[in-house]
Structures are given as structure tokens and as C-alpha cells.
């Protein structure tokens, strides 16, 4: 059971929910049927001043959580009283061209 402390806490961090995006790097699309929920971050990155490394105290921005759908996503930041955005996935085009058309 979650404290009532920690559910307060959580209320001031707004996520955002959405669907995973096709890999870049390879064709296949293993995962993209799967939405997740990614909490905002909640203070800015600072240069570590030895290193030079980018990093924050916050937690929560390392926190990905994965659903099978868009309700399940909703249904869990509604129970535990997270901010959440769905983001749309955006429609597919595709550009069917045969290999003849190089040479016309």
C-alpha cells in the first residue's frame, strides 16, 4: 500500500503516455504494440563539475513502465493518481513504389 505522503508526492509529476515507436536502426517492429508511461522530469540536468557528465537528482525521469494498451496506462496513473498525457501514435504512410519507377 502506498502512503499517503508518497501519493502526494506523485500527484506534482505529470507523465505522458504513449506508444513505442519503431526501431530506427532495424526493419522489424518487435514491441511497437506496446505503451508506456514515462514520468516528466522534474528538475533540470547539471554538468557533474569532475566528470563533466550530465545528471539529476530525480529518480522518477529513469522510471519507465510498460502496458499492453493505452486503458491499462490510464487506468494505473488514474489509481495512483499520476498526471497523464496520451500522446496519439500518428498514422502510417507508406510510399509504395515499385522498382520500375527508378527508370522512368
Do not use: C
Not at 16 to 44: H, V
Not at 50 to 65: E, F, N
Amino acid at each position: 500500500m502506498i502512503s499517503a505522503a508518497i501519493r502526494r508526492n506523485r500527484t506534482a509529476m505529470p507523465a505522458r503516455i504513449f506508444q513505442r515507436p519503431k526501431n530506427a536502426m532495424q526493419s522489424g517492429k518487435a514491441r511497437t504494440d506496446e505503451w508506456l508511461l514515462e514520468f516528466a522530469p522534474a528538475e533540470a540536468k547539471k554538468p557533474d563539475p569532475v566528470m563533466g557528465w550530465a545528471g539529476s537528482g530525480d529518480t522518477q525521469s529513469q522510471v519507465t513502465l510498460t502496458f499492453a494498451s493505452s486503458a491499462e496506462a490510464q487506468a494505473y496513473a488514474a489509481k495512483y493518481g499520476i498526471e497523464a498525457v496520451v500522446h496519439a501514435t500518428p498514422p502510417r504512410r507508406l510510399k509504395i513504389q515499385a522498382y520500375a519507377d527508378n527508370f522512368r
